[in-house]
């Protein structure tokens, strides 16, 4: 029903944000911490509505009624009676899962700013490369309008200019690279947890305070949220300010007490090469700079769809992984080639395999003690059954929610 009744829920869509600010994000990783941090310091200054949707004709749905896609969506739509008030800014994620999902949603909904997440290696059994990953995110740059239109772009990505290239409006860079629009001079570890920046907006320099961020990548989609907020007119130094207190969305490298005394690390809400190598990173880093760390515990799960690349990128995983981590636990037949990898590393580490995740878990629950830091980096289900299983006796209560003022999901 979604597809047959696209055509007129993209006419709908467009007539719901004619008088909105529409920012795309698109990416595919890191793209839910880049919509939240950004809807959510936006919330504190204007009306947001911030839409998701994995394909291309449920997002039209989703825009169009502001609410997910259902049955009594449909009929309101068609009715005429489910047409959503309209916010300042509406911040819709354009789904990057297959060739061509980005380009029939931009070319339907064109955005006034479009923000670039990590485009890291998904779905290579349907995209040749990651370049053409990268030409495919360029779709939603190509439909900016010229006079009005901005690019928020990772200035670090070694393939950026494929992504300027079909640009007809204005760039704001962000990321580590000198020049950048929105520059991290500084980032350091704090010894209580968390992280704290220095970033320079136009010039400007602005202190972060991320004390429920333990990532040090996690910061680049921080700063694409503040060069986006800054482009639909939000004050950076509030924005600077409201990111202290602003939690990521769950399994982003949560922190959450396990069993025995044990901190797990819960990092399932994703997973692709590249975060797991960076995932690697932080608990690595993490136990450098925290004295009551002891043992440092790496559970990975198979990655899929990678195509030919699948050898080479669970083997670079397994090797960093020896470097990361005194304990490697694998699940699954892919991962066992990272398992393999680990133990030709040569490094001092004792590696596991499991074929099932429940075996994974069940064999390290009980040997779990005070001092140890768990990384779960699997796909999201079975890692959620793992989290529970790993912090099941932790007298663990989940975070408030974000608050999103003025914000209608």
Known sequence: MQSFLAPRAWRQARTAVQKSTVVGVTGTSGTALLTESLAYIISQQKS??????????????????????????????????????????????????????VDTAAKNLPPRIAAIAGLDSIRLDLFPDREAIVHEAASLIAVLPPETGIAVLPAD????????????????????AAGA??????????????????????????????PHIIGRHQVHQLLAAVAAANAVGADVSQAAQDLQSWLPPS??????????GAVVIDDTAETTPENTLQALETLADIAATDTHTRRRI??????????RQLSRFH???????????????????????????AARSGQPCDVHHFPLPAQAAGYLAPLLK???????????????????????EAPYEVPTANSTKDTKP
């Not at 289900?381 to 793992?386: A, N, S, V, Y």
């Open 251 to 260: 399994g982003y490298l949560q922190r959450l007490p396990g069993r025995h």
């Open 298 to 307: 790496a559970i990975l799960g198979s990655i899929p769809h990678l195509g």
């Open 157 to 176: 990505d070694e393939l950026k200019e494929s992504l300027v290239r079909p640009l007809r409006g204005a760039v704001v860079w962000y990321g580590y």
């Open 315 to 341: 083997q670079e995983i397994g090797q960093a992984a020896a470097s990361a981590a005194d304990i490697i636990i694998t699940i699954g037949d892919e991962a066992r080639l990272a398992n393999e990898a």
């Open 370 to 392: 005070p001092g140890d830091t768990v990384l779960v980096k699997t796909q999201p289900q079975p890692g959620k059954d793992m989290i529970n299983q790993l912090t099941a």
């Open 181 to 210: 629009d929105v520059q991290l001079l500084r980032l350091v570890r704090r010894p209580r947890g968390g992280l704290a920046a220095e970033i320079a907006v136009a010039g400007a320099r602005h202190e972060l305070h991320l």
């Open 48 to 101: 947001v509505r911030r839409l998701t949707a994995d394909k291309p004709a449920r997002l039209a749905w989703h825009v169009a009624a502001g609410a997910a896609a259902s049955l009594s969506t449909y009929i309101k739509l068609l009715t005429g009676k489910g047409r959503p008030d309209a916010a300042e800014v509406t911040i819709a994620v354009y789904p990057l899962g297959r060739p061509g999902d």
